[in-house]
C-alpha cells in the first residue's frame, strides 16, 4: 500500500489557476492571497518552488516571517537615522491577514526548472498574472526556493530572491538582498537621484554597502533630496507612515504617468521611447514594469492583458 500512497500524494492537482501536489497541503498553508484587512498599498509575499521544487515549508515554519519582521526593523532604524527625516522612521507595508500573521501564499510554478527562462522574473510575472496576483495597489514579492546565477531580480509589480544562490549561505546575506530588492519594486534608484547610475547607487566616493549596493544602510539622498521634480523613496505609497505628498511606483514606472515628476532624466527618456515608438529596455530612468507585455515589446509599450499602447497616449 505504501508505494500506491505515495503516488497519490504525488499527484498534481490544480488549484484555481496554482499548479500543485496533494502533498503540498499542509497546516497553516494558503495558496490564494487571504481577504486583505484594508484597501492601502502593500507588499505580498509568496514562498515559490517550481514543478519539480523541494518544498521546504519557509511560509509556515516562521522563517520568512522572522526575516521581514528584522527587515522592517532595519528599515525603520535606517529611515528613522537618516538626516532628513527628523527622527521619524518607516516601514514597508505588509499584507497581513486578519489574524494579523504575515499573508504568504504558497505557490508551485507550472514549470520544471529546467523550462525556466534566463530571466524567470518573466515567467514568474506571467504566472501571477494569470493567477489573479495582479492587484495595481500590490506589490508581489517571491521567495523563490530554486538557484540562479543572480541573487534576486525585481522591478515594479514583481520581485524576486531566489533563495539556492551560493551566497544565500553567508549570514545576512539573504536580508541585505531582500533590502536591496524591495528598493526596485519602488521604482528607484530614480536617474535623477545624486550618486546613482543604471538603477543603483555607484557614488565612487561612498564605499559603505547601502541597500542599493547590497547592504543594510540606507542613502541619505536616496531616501530624501531637495531635487525638483525628482522622486524619493520617503515618498512611496509602500511606507508607513505614508508621505503627505506620495508617489506610486506602478503609476510611474508602469503607466508613465509622471504628474509633478518633471525632472529632465526622467522626462527625456519617456520622449525617447514615444520617438523610437516600442520599447527598449536599456532606455529608462528608473527599475523596469515587471507587468510589462514583453512579447509586444517590438509593436509598443504594452501591459499584461491591454491592447493600449502606452507609448501613443
Not at 42 to 67: A, P, S, V
Not at 162 to 180: A, E, Q
Not at 251 to 259: E, V
Request: positive net charge; glycine residues 8%; aromatic residues 12%.
Amino acid at each position: 500500500m505504501k508505494p500506491i500512497l505515495f503516488l497519490y500524494l504525488l499527484l498534481p492537482i490544480c488549484l484555481a489557476g496554482n499548479t500543485s501536489y496533494a502533498s503540498d497541503k499542509k497546516e497553516g498553508r494558503f495558496f490564494f492571497d487571504q481577504p486583505d484587512v484594508n484597501d492601502d498599498f502593500q507588499i505580498h509575499f509568496n514562498y515559490l518552488i517550481t514543478l519539480d521544487g523541494e518544498d521546504r515549508e519557509w511560509d509556515i515554519n516562521g522563517k520568512l516571517e522572522k526575516l521581514l519582521t528584522e527587515l522592517n526593523e532595519v528599515m525603520y532604524k535606517e529611515t528613522k537615522a537618516n538626516k532628513f527625516s527628523n527622527g521619524v522612521g518607516k516601514r514597508y507595508k505588509y499584507d497581513r491577514r486578519t489574524d494579523g500573521k504575515l499573508d504568504i501564499t504558497f505557490i508551485r510554478l507550472d514549470k520544471y526548472r529546467n523550462e525556466l527562462s534566463q530571466s524567470p522574473n518573466n515567467d514568474i510575472s506571467k504566472f501571477l498574472f494569470r493567477k489573479g496576483m495582479n492587484n495595481p495597489k500590490k506589490l508581489y514579492f517571491n521567495f523563490a526556493d530554486f538557484e540562479h546565477e543572480d541573487g534576486g531580480i525585481a522591478g515594479v509589480g514583481v520581485g524576486n530572491i531566489f533563495m539556492r544562490h551560493h551566497k544565500m549561505k553567508r549570514k545576512g546575506f539573504m536580508l541585505k538582498n531582500t533590502l536591496h530588492e524591495l528598493h526596485h519594486t519602488q521604482g528607484g534608484a530614480f536617474a535623477c537621484v545624486p550618486g546613482t547610475k543604471n538603477n543603483h547607487l555607484v557614488d565612487r566616493f561612498d564605499n559603505t554597502q547601502h541597500q542599493l549596493k547590497g547592504g543594510l544602510k540606507l542613502n541619505h539622498l536616496i531616501y530624501k533630496h531637495n531635487v525638483e521634480g525628482c522622486p524619493q523613496l520617503a515618498d512611496s505609497v509602500y511606507l508607513t507612515p505614508t508621505s503627505t505628498d506620495p508617489y506610486d511606483p506602478f503609476q510611474l514606472n508602469c503607466l508613465f504617468n509622471m504628474d509633478k515628476y518633471n525632472h529632465k532624466d526622467l522626462t527625456n527618456v519617456i520622449e525617447k521611447l514615444k520617438t523610437e515608438g516600442r520599447y527598449n529596455w536599456r532606455t529608462k530612468f528608473g527599475a523596469s514594469c515587471q507587468w510589462r507585455d514583453g512579447q509586444k515589446d517590438s509593436k509598443g509599450y504594452f501591459m499584461m492583458g491591454s491592447n493600449v499602447n502606452i507609448l501613443n497616449k
